[in-house]
């Protein structure tokens, strides 16, 4: 008899497959520095303009509907604005991702991310509405992330590297750490100005929309008592 079946999908792939496609995007940017096409100084800051404004959102543009908009809430999760920030986001995506995924399945956990995503930076885009600034960069997916692995793992301990305690690394439990993350986002919100910078909105959307969707799919009966979690960078996605 022949087994008609695929191949069985082992490991977090979905995971690995996101931070591959960041990486690939980045490093063919402009915003890498490393792609000659793009050219050198003036031109190469048109070309980074261009970029984030082709791939990226703009809210003003998002919420009325341009056809042209609609999309890139999913086209901006895989762009982002520095080294710094892709390493932060796939850090973050690296140490929370792949037990999430292991929970979620791989299609679960690929659609997961993708509308944690995209609806966190149309929530951020709704807050900012007027604005004709760019955003980018999976923060708010990663967030959601972290909201679904707080609710599944309460009591997982990660290693944590802070750099106001000269970057010793500390194992805490993850409710501590995502918790301590949470409230740091919500008073950066808190004091955020008018216009857009930082998307903290769009990080907390994403984290509570995390959260509420492992408590509405699981209910208390499926959180995981024990896992460890690998290292963690202190960067916010």
């Not at 999430?100 to 956990?109: K, N, P, V």
Request: with cysteine; charged share 10%; net charge positive.
């Amino acid at each position: 008899m022949i087994d008609r079946r695929g191949p069985v999908l082992r490991g977090p792939v979905v995971t690995y497959g996101v931070i591959g496609a960041c990486c690939l995007v980045f490093l063919i940017s402009p915003v890498s520095g490393l792609n000659q096409a793009h050219g050198t100084g003036d031109a190469l800051l048109a070309a980074q303009t261009s970029y984030f404004r082709r791939w990226g959102v703009i809210p003003a543009e998002l919420l009325t509907g341009t056809p042209d908009a609609l999309p890139s809430p999913l086209t901006a999760l895989f762009v982002h604005g520095s080294w710094l920030h892709l390493l932060g986001n796939m850090l973050f995506l690296y140490v929370f991702g792949a037990m999430a995924e292991e929970r979620l399945g791989h299609l679960g956990f690929g659609l997961f991310y993708v509308g944690c995503g995209y609806l966190a930076l149309t929530g951020y885009a709704a807050a900012h509405a007027q604005s004709d600034q760019t955003l980018v960069g999976g923060s708010g997916a990663i967030s959601g992330v972290l909201g679904a692995f707080l609710y599944l793992f309460p009591k997982a301990r990660v290693t944590s590297l802070y750099p106001f305690l000269f970057f010793l690394p500390l194992r805490f439990p993850a409710w501590i750490v995502l918790i301590f993350w949470f409230v740091l986002q919500w008073l950066a919100a808190r004091g955020a100005g008018s216009g857009p910078g930082v998307a903290y909105l769009a990080h907390l959307v994403g984290f509570g929309l995390g959260f509420v969707y492992a408590w509405v799919r699981f209910g208390r009966g499926a959180r995981v008592k024990a896992r460890t979690a690998g290292p963690e960078g202190e960067g916010q996605p």
